[in-house]
């Protein structure tokens, strides 16, 4: 199973992104998926996930600025950030529960935010 992030930039404060991570490989399902984020010298943090049925979960720093999505049927997830903060800087990476019975979890290889002026 591997994942493909990609959308991230450079974008000015209060300006938007997309990223996008598709799954591929062998797999049967693809269950809960997210992304999290990891600024220079800070431990990986949680920003939001998705069950394969929708439920959505967010940091409390991201509610209402970003939205996560995904298309079951391309196997792909998306995160619409708007209202980008200097603090959103990061490398943003996608993980993704797959497999053929039980599950195990994937990493995508990380996409870099940076928002400044």
């Known amino acids: 199973v591997q994942l493909q992030a990609s959308g991230g930039g450079l974008v000015q404060p209060g300006g938007s992104l997309r990223l996008s991570c598709a799954v591929s490989?062998?797999?049967?399902?693809?269950?809960?998926m997210g992304w999290y984020r990891q600024a220079p010298g800070k431990q990986r943090d949680l920003v939001a996930t998705?069950?394969?049925?929708?439920?959505?979960n967010y940091a409390d720093s991201v509610k209402a600025r970003f939205t996560i999505s995904r298309d079951n049927a391309k196997n792909t997830m998306y995160l619409q950030m708007n209202s980008l903060k200097p603090e959103d800087t990061a490398v943003y990476y996608c993980?993704?529960?797959?497999?053929?019975?039980?599950?195990?979890?994937?990493w995508g290889q990380g996409t870099q935010v940076t928002v400044s002026s």
């Open positions: 490989g062998s797999f049967f399902s693809v269950g809960v």
């Open positions: 998705i069950t394969s049925s929708g439920s959505t």
């Open positions: 993980n993704a529960f797959a497999g053929w019975g039980a599950q195990k979890s994937f």
